[in-house]
């Protein structure tokens, strides 16, 4: 992987700028050590590594500005960090930025149930912003899976979803309103409790921005009522590509479950080795789970059996008891801790159109077999968001970089059907070469020219995102104003 | 009302100008007779009027790219429009701008089932897209009242909405791809068919955008099977602050009604005189619709119900026929042609928390008091869409600016209690000035720089959305470079 190269000159202002951090810290923390800067060096992309220059620790938007204003000053380059879960380098630092860490920033500012919204800290942990509303029958709807640690600034940076999201939308959905500090220290308030405001929707644009607009601090989000109850059913089949197909005619007929979660063979007998779900013997699997009262459950139910039924499939298992639902999910909750015991893997991050469900999931069949290179695949199927899993063994001298070209080529596929090359996990550094396959040279220069009006010294998380060789004469630019 | 001054340098230069558009337009019309052109000198904001330099009326893409071509060379401005159906000026012209119209432009490009999706050409009318779909049992769920003539290019202007929204979202939650002319001729595409793409959304920051950024030539929206029925009920209250109170509860219960619409007595007593639907005689009613299965129409009604009879209604009216379904719905459809028969009235277009229903029922009647005008209230209640009609008699000379001061207090106030300026009309010419009730001087200039990346002449309907003195200095640019 081809990294930006540091600045000298910042590297040797390193304790002059460590020394005007700390002057206006305030209550937080601001890390130089080496030894403690290393828990910062990478994020769950930890293949990746490069330690910061400092990390700064702040509990408030006032000390996130007075940390942002010095480094402007000193044009010091800035990642912002949440949790450090991103799966594609959305936090990993560069050699001569300042790590801007909110893990600090987890309180809950205002819960309004009438209004159905709550206003957190943007370094609150996801779960633990529904655990805030739980006892008065609420939740906040979009869960990625590392939801028990994942920071909601990091979901808002990357646009996250989850297995909910096609029923509740994404992040971009379920969010209101942010304070956020510009990369000069202004402190601004995008959008609102309407959600909707007149005027440029700049609330959209931030959303899913990977951190390189502004510092969102602050958000204020939509909770929903907890739903009268749940249900799954798992439904076993003899391909994939039939799995794919009952998918796509679940979609077509307009019924609108939580969550249609899909797993194939190799998924499935991993998980069965580990976590024993009692799974059927079978090709591909979905678990297709519905919300609400037991008569509108059981009205859903009898709608899905009836599109299943004309995929023949082996196996349609309604839970029905508590004990049951726990044990359908359980599988699919412990499939990425079951792959992990199988050896190495790559987790792609792609969506496509679920009417391509079939043909996209026959030609990675495909290309598994030309590259030699196992394939299993669990996923988000309702929506098209797929997360193939590419199995190696990292020690094997050249695996890392068939792994790399076989996953590039999975992810054009999956633009190549008119679908994108990310679904929640963002671009990062991970993907930025391959922004190529989506985008034109236009479009990347007017997605620039964006930043540009918010961030015209290209400071904030600026060497992810675009290609290298196309941001580079923007990100060298601050030196020559420095 | 305060008019931009045109450019004279560009009206002399009329003839030479509308050759040029003549000789790219192709297969379309170019209208230079002063009145052919009148048609086009105002929307449905008719109180304020100006003839255009000229009007362009293009077939395809390639001719709105040549027309914006020669208008970018030349430096002219050009107002796009769609049905002309704005109520906030949005498509009024000035006198130097060439208006281009885009309802010959009404195809239906592509149609596909299976990923629930329609792609049109921009001037194609709200509800003449699901007419495309109806046979197939789908339809496009944003629907406004105007959405007979309405063009959907005018809807992704506006982010338009409608009593379904409260359920399926504006449009921008319906919304997965544009094709857009810049203002230099360059065709770009946004978004696509999976909606959420990597990078910035640049799609979410046109979608509302008020034709300030490009112009929108075709689109790709997400289309919806068909409910399998419908339901409403009528729910009589003796004041309107109760009945605002149970929209709250209703929303913070967490039922989804496909639409909450709320009528005053001044509307039911002018609706019950125009077309006689039977409502009861009560101060305020509210009609609420759900839909689904009939046992899951059963299950959401008896909630409802429950609900309800905490604010003691005086009447629960559940719909046991087509007929009766027919009548409900006939007094609100017929609302605005009533109130119109009653004598002038300016239509209002904010939006407040729904929590603050009550409180801003109360408020706007006193202001009404204070102010001796007359105000009436049907609106989407269940999303917090509100539409206070004043009354007034246009012929009495000084009504007019009293109706437009107390509108503006009526705007204030919803942003007061957290809402915005325009639920679904747009700021357009209408509430330019009052922007800065909502916004701050930083955050005008962050869209404005927003809309220098897209538009750095400032030609694209550039005398909207912005107060005139704000956007002065950028409007006035133009003329320097030209």
Redo the contacts between chains.
Sequence with gaps: MQMPVPDPAILSRRAAIVARLRAVIGGGDVIDDPVEARAYECDALSAYRCPPLAVALPTTTAEVAAILQVCHAERVPVVPRGAGTSLAGGSMPTADAVVLGLARMNAVLEV?????QIRVQAGRTNLSISGAVDEAGFFYAPDPSSQLACAIGGNIGM?SGGAHCLKY??T??NLLGVTMVLMDG?V??LG???G???????L??V???EGQLGVVTEATLRI????AGARPVLIGFDSSETAGACV?AI????VLPVAIEFMDRPCITATENFAAPGYPDCEALLIVEVE??P??ID?QLSLIRAIADDFAPVEFRESRSDEESRRIWLGRKSAFGAMGQMGDYMCLDG?????ALPQVLRRIAEMSDAAGLPVANVFHAGD?NMHPLIIFDANRPGDLERVEALGADILRLCVEV??????EH??GVE?RDL?TA??TD???E??M??????DPHWLLNAAK?FPLHVSASRREGLRNVA
Aim: charged share 20%.
């Design positions: 309004d149930y009438a209004d159905r646009n939308g994404v971009t959905n202004t601004v308030e609102g409790p309407m909707e405001a007149p005027g440029l929707d700049l959209g644009v959303c899913g921005a929903l009522p907890k739903p796509a979609i077509r007929a307009g609400g009262t008569p509108e009205e969506t496509i159109p679920v009417s098209g008119g679908g994108c090359l990310t679904g963002g671009v993907k922004m989506q985008f236009a479009d990347l007017a997605q020219r964006v930043k540009d009006v918010f995102v």
